[in-house]
């Protein structure tokens, strides 16, 4: 194996995960692995181009992939409505399921009150990891205009958030009964 073999399968094995995890979020996830793997066909060709901080090279060529390929699709379903399909039983087991879906339920409900690149700016911070920096590169802006996306975005969701749990913190839930031991 030569050495651009040998960049490509170590980019391919250590980041493919991320990237479909960013693909899936911006397609129909049947055409997920297909836009994940046209991000991969395009590494491979431009692998002597890519940055030693790859992932958001990476992401930025899947955004562009899912905008240009598969657009209307994508549109069609917002972030919203894929991350709420994302949550499987396995997700609930270690939950008390209840708890968990009233704060799934908040989260996207504050999620789905963010403006599309709020959303945006807020998941490739908090869920791909990236620095402003870098998902300004991906997002296709400044720096300064992503800063200023994910301050409002940070800012919309925890005030949507501090609102929902204020809500669910009233007296609406029975308490739990307590369990009476009998004396011999």
Known sequence: MDEREARFTR???????????????????????????????????????????????????????????????????????????????????????????????????????????EAEAVTLTAWHGLEPADAARVAGCSRAAFVVRLHRGRRRLARALDASHESAEAPSRAPRPRVIQEKP
Do not use: C, M
């Open 11 to 117: 980019l391919y094995e250590t980041y493919y995960r991320n990237v479909f995890g960013y693909v899936v979020l911006k397609v129909a996830p049947q055409a997920a692995e297909d836009v994940t793997g046209e991000v991969f066909t395009v590494a491979w060709r431009k692998v002597d181009e890519i940055p030693e901080r790859a992932l958001p090279w990476l992401l930025g060529v899947a955004r562009n992939l899912a905008r240009q390929s598969h657009g209307a699709a994508g549109h069609a379903r917002g972030l919203v409505d894929r991350l709420a399909g994302l949550t499987t039983d396995a997700d609930l087991h270690a939950w008390d399921a209840a708890d968990h879906v009233i704060a799934r339920d908040q989260a996207l409900a504050a999620l789905r009150a963010l403006p599309p690149k």
